[in-house]
């Protein structure tokens, strides 16, 4: 066996791409996946046998905030959404901020989504310098969208914020730029324009938060209501808003944002014109469905948006509205509020629709010939069905990137998403046979 070679072997191997294998295997060479399929038909040689337990890409959190990590648990969220939002500006604008303080709530949201299985991440950022230097440090690969916000008495800041957000990431080829306008409320329509125009030239990917609250509506529509006041109330406002007179969806189609490398956020509150919109321009949509839970907000239409042939994954949002960072407990979660949803679909959306929202699903989010190694393990507690994963609690006992093995120790015995990082995580080999 040549070296740098060896084979993960289990009861299961779901690729995501193909059907699940029984009793398969994962030939990894190197930092890449060489080979898949029944084990017994792989080539022998060192080999990680985890038994009962499925092998599945690693997940992919396509939206996040993970300098937002220190605040779990201290801004609950509620269904006055303008109200929390203020709450959180609050939190994180009238407090002092330093590298130090941002790099380490960037600590504890890397190490919480590792320790869950996460290894790629679509993570928005308003400090790209200090974000990016944490997010190369670590193994974790994807986008992180600066974010550009741009209204009333902070559009002087367009240029700088534009800038800011495709600060260069050096030395890390997991990661790449891109540009986040923040939401319709909090970026004006010619700096829309601008953002769409910068991410054209740069060919850089695009994420907005869209259709995300009720209030967005008349908002775009009147600059009125809970939105437009919270931007009274911080300072934001002057009377030089422009008033779009259309729906969010519609504002950021008329500004080029809508595109085949766009993100919308959320997407809580479209439409079917919405849903039509957003399927003719190929974005794909980021549902957060603990997130979406927390706010009360009405069902998703995540089912309406994949009839449609919209790509719809999952992510987290941050800790300031999510129990966790782990893709696989919205996995669960979804389960069990829909469980006459394929299980199959489910974990398409936590992995490949993922990777491929970001751009890089050609390199990640299944098990293939050719792409990285990057693997999550999951304890098959019960029953003969691979899907039995979703409806169990047990966090993954094994996490792989690039190849490289990560012994997953949960802290206190607790879910890997219970608002810290486990001090027990490291990465290293494990040990072959």
Same mark, same amino acid.
Request: aromatic content about 6%; proline content about 7%; overall charge negative.
């Given at each position: 066996?040549?070296?740098?070679?060896?084979?993960?072997?289990?009861?299961?191997?779901?690729?995501?791409?193909?059907? @699940?294998?029984?009793?398969?295997?994962?030939? !990894?060479?190197?930092?890449?996946?060489?080979? @898949?399929?029944?084990?017994?038909?792989?080539?022998?040689?060192?080999?990680?046998?985890?038994?009962? &337990?499925?092998?599945?890409?690693?997940?992919?959190?396509?939206?996040?905030?993970?300098?937002?990590?220190?605040?779990?648990?201290?801004?609950?969220?509620?269904?006055?959404?303008?109200?929390?939002? *203020?709450?959180?500006?609050?939190?994180?604008?009238?407090? /002092? @901020?330093?590298?130090? =303080?941002?790099?380490? /709530?960037?600590?504890?949201?890397?190490?919480?989504?590792? +320790?869950?299985?996460?290894?790629?991440?679509?993570?928005?950022?308003?400090?790209?310098?200090?974000?990016?230097?944490?997010?190369?440090?670590?193994?974790?690969?994807?986008?992180?969208?600066?974010?550009?916000?741009?209204?009333?008495?902070?559009?002087?800041?367009?240029?700088?914020?534009?800038?800011?957000?495709?600060?260069?990431?050096?030395?890390?080829?997991?990661?790449?730029?891109?540009?986040?306008?923040?939401?319709?409320?909090?970026?004006?329509?010619?700096?829309?324009?601008?953002?769409?125009?910068?991410?054209?030239?740069?060919?850089?990917?695009?994420? !907005?938060?869209?259709?995300? #609250?009720?209030?967005?509506?008349?908002? =775009?529509?009147?600059? #009125?209501?809970?939105?437009?006041?919270?931007?009274?109330?911080?300072?934001?406002?002057?009377? #030089?808003?422009?008033?779009?007179?259309?729906?969010? $969806?519609?504002?950021?189609?008329? =500004?080029?944002?809508?595109?085949?490398?766009?993100? !919308?956020?959320?997407?809580?509150?479209?439409?079917?014109?919405?849903?039509?919109?957003?399927?003719?321009?190929?974005?794909?949509?980021?549902?957060?469905?603990?997130?979406?839970?927390?706010?009360?907000?009405?069902?998703?239409?995540?089912?309406?948006?994949?009839?449609?042939?919209?790509? $719809?994954?999952?992510?987290?949002?941050?800790?300031?509205?999510?129990?966790?960072?782990?893709?696989?407990?919205?996995?669960?979660?979804?389960?069990?509020?829909?469980?006459?949803?394929?299980?199959?679909?489910?974990?398409?959306?936590?992995?490949?629709?993922?990777?491929? /929202?970001?751009?890089? *699903?050609?390199?990640?989010?299944?098990? #293939?010939?050719?792409?990285?190694?990057?693997? &999550?393990?999951?304890?098959?507690?019960?029953?003969?069905?691979?899907? +039995?994963?979703?409806?169990?609690?047990?966090?993954?006992?094994?996490?792989?990137?690039?190849?490289?093995?990560?012994?997953?120790?949960?802290?206190?015995?607790?879910?890997?998403?219970?608002?810290?990082?486990?001090?027990?995580?490291?990465?290293?080999?494990?040990?072959?046979?």
């Amino acid at each position: 066996m040549a070296a740098g070679k060896m084979m993960l072997k289990a009861r299961f191997v779901a690729p995501v791409d193909g059907p @699940v294998i029984e009793n398969g295997g994962v030939m !990894i060479r190197e930092a890449t996946i060489e080979a @898949v399929g029944p084990a017994d038909m792989l080539p022998n040689g060192p080999t990680v046998d985890f038994g009962q &337990a499925v092998i599945c890409p690693g997940f992919v959190n396509a939206h996040t905030h993970l300098e937002f990590s220190q605040l779990a648990g201290a801004i609950p969220p509620s269904s006055d959404f303008a109200g929390w939002l *203020g709450r959180l500006t609050a939190a994180v604008v009238d407090t /002092a @901020v330093s590298r130090e =303080t941002v790099q380490a /709530a960037m600590a504890v949201g890397i190490a919480q989504s590792l +320790s869950s299985g996460v290894t790629t991440v679509g993570d928005i950022t308003r400090y790209p310098q200090w974000t990016r230097e944490a997010l190369a440090a670590s193994p974790l690969g994807g986008v992180s969208f600066g974010e550009v916000i741009a209204i009333g008495r902070t559009r002087a800041l367009l240029s700088e914020r534009l800038d800011a957000a495709v600060f260069p990431i050096k030395g890390n080829g997991r990661l790449r730029s891109g540009i986040a306008p923040h939401s319709p409320y909090t970026v004006e329509p010619e700096a829309m324009r601008a953002c769409a125009a910068h991410a054209l030239r740069i060919d850089a990917p695009l994420c !907005i938060h869209l259709l995300e #609250s009720a209030d967005e509506d008349s908002f =775009t529509k009147s600059a #009125s209501g809970a939105l437009a006041e919270h931007l009274r109330r911080v300072g934001a406002w002057d009377e #030089s808003i422009p008033i779009s007179s259309c729906g969010p $969806v519609e504002l950021a189609l008329a =500004t080029g944002l809508l595109t085949p490398r766009t993100i !919308i956020a959320h997407g809580n509150y479209a439409t079917a014109e919405d849903i039509e919109r957003i399927a003719q321009c190929r974005c794909s949509v980021a549902y957060c469905p603990r997130t979406h839970q927390a706010f009360g907000h009405p069902p998703h239409p995540f089912r309406a948006m994949l009839a449609a042939g919209i790509n $719809v994954c999952v992510g987290t949002d941050s800790l300031a509205s999510n129990p966790g960072l782990s893709v696989l407990d919205e996995l669960r979660w979804l389960r069990r509020t829909y469980p006459e949803f394929p299980a199959g679909q489910l974990l398409l959306m936590g992995t490949l629709a993922g990777a491929k /929202a970001l751009g890089c *699903g050609e390199v990640v989010g299944s098990i #293939s010939t050719g792409k990285r190694a990057d693997l &999550a393990v999951l304890p098959l507690e019960s029953g003969d069905s691979w899907e +039995s994963v979703l409806d169990s609690s047990a966090p993954p006992v094994a996490v792989y990137l690039a190849g490289m093995g990560q012994s997953v120790e949960v802290a206190d015995g607790g879910p890997p998403d219970s608002g810290r990082a486990s001090a027990a995580t490291g990465l290293h080999r494990p040990s072959r046979r």
